[in-house]
């Protein structure tokens, strides 16, 4: 195993600690704000904090970029074909490995068409590789967009659903109701996308429902309030992971995650104006909580599973990722001297078999 994907997955091993343990800074906020409101300052604290990373690295991408420019290691489009086209359409930080590659070669091209042909030759190329760059700008600039607005949404509303539960559940059972996001992804990504599962996704399934039904169903066989509810959140989690498969293989990674902090802080914040009466001394009263979800579980948690992802087979990613479940029962039971019933208890391992079966891989049947 090389080093890179050593530290990636230390990485998301860290981030599975550090989400788990937001549990229960999360349920400790709740006992002086409402959760709306909570959640809506946990988003804008991590809006502005990648916000401003993602300005910084793209000012440093462009200085960076303009003295490549300078040194003519960037080709620029000349008199023949406009101004400078290219400088001023590169991708920004985060920018995809097409145009990277593109931008890269750039030179390359350039200088086997200074040893095939003249200037008229020349400078169609440089105009080829200024409209190819734009293009690419283009469509990095819509899907990240796009992206980090459907992923704030789905981020806001799961996290609200998510904080309001923890109202009424513990922070061991929602950590593994949220994890059950492992085993919605698969069934959606079928549905909507018409991707196979092999048979063990499918056991795992039923396991999950099987362990569903320990943790969360009560005498009556319904579901608490607060399980429902985290249930939703689990649900809304699965679009989220599903979005960002999508837009981040498209679109600035680092971007569309502040965007996604802005969309989320700026529906949580609505909501927050309607359903409850925010106040800034409720705020001050969880501002401990507040800075840990935000900084912690947001700015930096969802950061890092970005970049470890990079350095990582995926389905080893999902796995360690899936250990936010057990951390969040850990931390429950040690910092809230949380308990759990034989039950219950019974419902987590069962439900994390089926959590550990969906990652294995196996070939489909074609």
């Known amino acids: 195993m090389n080093s890179k994907k050593v530290l990636g997955n230390g990485l998301l091993l860290l981030t599975a600690f550090i989400w788990g343990t937001a549990f229960v800074a999360q349920r400790t906020g709740m006992e002086s704000i409402e959760p709306i409101t909570f959640n809506a300052a946990r988003m804008a604290l991590s809006a502005i904090l990648i916000g401003g ?26 008199s023949e074909s406009g101004p400078e086209m290219i400088s001023d359409s590169i991708p920004k930080a985060g920018s995809n490995a097409i145009s990277e590659s593109r931008l890269e070669n750039a030179p390359d091209a350039m200088s ?3 040893s095939k042909t003249g200037p008229d030759v020349i400078s169609e190329t440089r105009q080829k590789i200024g409209s190819d760059v734009i293009k690419e700008t283009k469509a990095e600039d819509r899907n990240t967009v796009l992206g980090g607005v459907f992923c704030g949404l789905f981020l806001s509303v799961a996290s609200i659903f998510q904080q309001m539960g923890l109202v009424y559940t513990t922070a061991g059972k929602a950590g593994f ?23 063990l996704v499918w056991l795992a399934v039923l396991l999950g429902i099987a362990g569903m039904y320990l943790l969360c169903v009560t005498g009556e066989f319904t579901l608490a309030h607060g399980d429902a509810l985290v249930l939703v959140c689990a649900v809304m989690f699965s679009g989220h992971i599903l979005s960002c498969d999508r837009f981040v293989r498209l679109g600035r990674p680092l971007e569309i995650a502040a965007i996604q902090f802005v969309t989320a802080a700026v529906v949580s914040w609505v909501a927050a ?11 001050a009263s969880a501002a401990v909580p507040i800075i840990y979800c935000g900084v912690m579980s947001g700015a930096i948690g969802y950061t890092l599973q970005i970049v470890a992802q ?29 308990r759990m019933t034989a039950r219950e208890i019974v419902g987590c391992v069962v439900m994390f078999v089926a959590i550990v079966l969906v990652q294995i891989p196996l070939k489909t049947r074609r």
């Open 53 to 78: 990373l993602a300005l910084v690295m793209r000012a440093k991408r462009r200085k960076s970029q303009d003295e490549r420019h300078k040194e003519g290691t960037i080709p620029d489009v000349t």
């Open 177 to 199: 109701i949220t994890a059950m996001y492992m085993l919605l992804v698969p069934i959606l990504g079928f549905v909507l996308f018409k991707k196979k599962n092999t048979w």
């Open 112 to 114: 086997e068409a200074r």
């Open 310 to 338: 990079k350095y990582t087979d995926p389905t080893i990613a999902s796995l360690l990722m899936s250990m936010e479940s057990v951390f969040a029962v850990l931390a429950g039971a040690v910092l809230l001297n949380e």
């Open 273 to 283: 104006f309607i359903a409850e009466e925010p106040t800034l001394g409720k705020l």
